[in-house]
């Protein structure tokens, strides 16, 4: 749908949308809430003892976390769209068989999935447009006055790049006379106790 293009030139889906409808699949996937469509053969030799109840498989954090973005996308969408867009960006459905499934007029599912992903990329944050600075100022842990220096090292055949920060700028001296007093202290905390490490 993001190749076609309508009447007027236009293509049907825009980048934004496509994103959105590409970001609910990808939760979608790591949700595990894909109907098992084969076999499963996790568990192959069955055990004497019977468990009272099925055992489910382990829920990792990733996909309970993926299973709570689903549920939010699909509430902040509502009722109306949900269902479509389970359809057509989860289960991969063609616009034709949404159409004749759900009984409506032929070249309607077209309209109504731009409505729905554009719901949903509101919901994402997407936008058809973006404001604000084209680039944004790189922060960093680095004093004001601080540098980065790229040397190069070469092992063999091996191209090596080390990024380290100018160490005149980290105020290392001040660092260092600190790390000395605090081993002063505690050698004399050592010697007084007579403790010996």
Known sequence: LARR???DGRVMIE???LQAGERLRADFRRAHLMPRTSSNWSNPIPSRRR???RQAA???ETIIAARQRVHHAL???GPEFSGLLLDVCCFLKGLEDVERERVWPARSAKIVIQLALDRLARH???AASTKGPTRANVRTW???DAAFSVDELCYGRQRCIRLSANSLHHRTQAVGALRRKIF???DMVEQRQGIDI
């Open 51 to 53: 468990a009272s109840g």
């Open 75 to 77: 509430d902040a969408v």
């Open 124 to 126: 994402y944050g997407y």
């Open 184 to 186: 002063a202290k505690a």
């Open 142 to 144: 680095l004093a004001n």
């Open 58 to 60: 382990p829920l990792t």
């Open 15 to 17: 980048t934004h949308q």
């Open 5 to 7: 293009r309508g009447r």
